[in-house]
Structure formats: structure tokens, C-alpha cells
């Protein structure tokens, strides 16, 4: 339901606490309290700070060209935005301790909105992610910007339903 989401959005621990944990093994995670926006009525923000390992498949020819270390830091600067009749959860995450990641940002937003007129009528999830390029990459690692691209939308998808699942998972408890 609705209440629910908004519950598992709102309350601590963070539900994307554990939806990070299982999707990217993120470890070390702080999150901030969630805050009133200041110019946006009806919005929470808060940041997440977390260490996740690097993947184990980049490319060889990458590999070759850079050092890559064991975990990278990040951070999720998260927003809230609370209407009559949506949830939409958005965040921007920024890479520190890896090579080039000073060149993009990943946004998600998820879009939670009730499925038809019931109040039982289940719940349409929408989820859009985009890779913001903030600079352009040296023309020798050029090719990364595919890899980088392919490995976060099948990642994307992954994550979501993970993040469906954490919900049903919460759902349940809350009927019980």
C-alpha cells in the first residue's frame, strides 16, 4: 500500500539501507536524518554515505590502463517528495577513490503512485536512471562510458526488484 512505502521511505532504518547491502554489497553505510527541504514544500533529503567493493567483470583492457582499488566511497544525496497521491524517492550518487568517477553521477528516481480507484488496488512502481556525464572522458577510455552504461541499467533492474521485494516484505509484516 501507499502507507506502507511511505512508512518504509520515512522511517529508520532506511529501507534503502538494505536495498543497497544486498544489491551493491554497500558496507560502512551512515545515513543523515531525513530533513525538511527548505525550498521545496513536501520534500525530505538526507545523504547516505557507504563503501562498495568495485565489480569483479570490468573489461581487461580497462584493468590494464588504470589502478582500480578494492572498494570505492559514495554518497547518495536522496530527496523525498510527498504529494496526495505519489511518492517519488530521487538520488544522485557520487563515486570518490575511483578513477574517472569525478565524470558522472548516477540519478534514480522512483515513482510510487496507487494503480487504479480502490483503495486495494495495488501500486504502479516506475523507476528512470540516468547516467550524468559531468565531464567528458579522455578518448582512450572512451569505450568505458558503454560499460558504465550497460552494467547501471542491468543494475537498475536488479536493484528494483530488490527494492519490490523489500516492500512486499514490509507489507506482510504490517497485515500480520
Known amino acids: ?94 563515486v570518490d577513490g575511483m578513477p574517472f568517477a569525478d565524470y558522472f553521477r548516477l540519478q534514480v528516481t522512483d515513482s510510487f503512485t496507487p494503480f487504479g480507484d480502490a483503495p486495494d488496488g495495488g501500486i504502479t512502481f516506475r523507476r528512470w536512471v540516468v547516467i550524468v556525464w559531468v565531464k567528458e572522458l579522455p578518448w582512450m577510455m572512451r569505450p568505458a562510458r558503454s560499460f558504465v552504461a550497460s552494467k547501471t541499467m542491468a543494475g537498475a533492474a536488479d536493484a528494483a526488484k530488490i527494492l519490490v521485494d523489500l516492500f512486499t516484505e514490509e507489507g506482510a509484516k504490517a497485515e500480520s
Not at 15 to 43: N, V
Open 1 to 94: 500500500s501507499m502507507a506502507t512505502i511511505r512508512r518504509c521511505l520515512e522511517e529508520e532504518p532506511f529501507i534503502m539501507q538494505k536495498c543497497f547491502e544486498l544489491d551493491i554489497k554497500a558496507y560502512d553505510i551512515k545515513p543523515s536524518k531525513w530533513q525538511r527541504s527548505a525550498h521545496s514544500p513536501g520534500t525530505l533529503i538526507r545523504c547516505m554515505k557507504f563503501k562498495m567493493p568495485l565489480p569483479d567483470d570490468v573489461p581487461g583492457a580497462a584493468k590494464s590502463m588504470i589502478t582500480l582499488p578494492d572498494f570505492c566511497t559514495c554518497q547518495s544525496l536522496c530527496r523525498l517528495r510527498v504529494a496526495a497521491s505519489e511518492l517519488d524517492l530521487t538520488y544522485q550518487t557520487i
